[in-house]
């Protein structure tokens, strides 16, 4: 069962069931030109809020080697996809004016799409100088995510597109990855099955 946090802003509830610290493992299987790269490593995941209408996002990765060696992290913050009102607060450190949007569970009903999900944007940002903005669904207990653009920094590796499946099954948070990176076409990269951890 799910308990949601009274102070969760009503725009996360689509989401809630995601808030929380996951572990459990992954595989990488990807082919970098003639070779294909394959092995497990850990992964902790976790998603939190801060009282503002998206969530925070950070991942963490290790090989399953006998140092447990780190392999990559991200960033992020997740959030329904609509457009930004007088009420919200930004650019930068200006705050809102007026009422702050859709702020019931009755007003966020309204922002479904025609399929009975929610649009949302996630945004990504990698430490090597990637940063990817995704744009997808949340329909239940079930994400899917293609990304919208991957900006680089002059110095990054070549990574030009990717999409990303979560669901939550038997209690577990299975995730998948595909990327198109290093001269590659979109192919599978990694997938993992996380459990949340109390």
């Not at 809020?49 to 950070?58: E, I, R």
């Not at 702020?103 to 990504?124: H, K, M, Q, Y």
């Not at 680089?152 to 998948?176: I, P």
Request: aromatic residues 8%.
């Amino acid at each position: 069962m799910i308990e949601l946090d009274a102070d969760l802003p009503a725009e996360l509830v689509p989401l809630s069931w995601l808030i929380g610290v996951w572990e459990g493992t992954g595989v990488v299987n990807y082919a970098v030109g003639e070779e294909t790269r394959n092995y497990e490593f850990g992964h902790r995941l976790s998603f939190s809020h801060d009282g503002l209408p998206h969530l925070n996002y950070t991942s963490y990765t290790w090989l399953l080697d006998e140092n447990l060696t780190p392999l990559a992290t991200e960033t992020g913050y997740w959030r329904l996809s609509r457009a930004a009102t007088e009420g919200d607060p930004g650019p930068g450190l200006l705050t809102g004016v007026g009422i702050r949007p859709f702020t019931t569970a009755r007003s966020v009903e309204t922002l479904r799409n025609a399929t009975g999900g929610f649009d949302i944007e996630v945004s990504i940002l990698h430490p090597g100088g990637v940063s990817e903005l995704y744009v997808g669904q949340v329909k239940g207990p079930r994400i899917d995510l293609v990304t919208d653009a991957v900006l680089r920094s002059v110095t990054s590796k070549e990574h030009s597109a990717s999409t990303r499946l979560y669901g939550l099954v038997d209690n577990h948070l299975l995730w998948a990855w595909d990327i198109a990176a290093l001269g590659q076409e979109l192919a599978s990269h990694a997938s993992g099955r996380l459990a949340r951890v109390e």
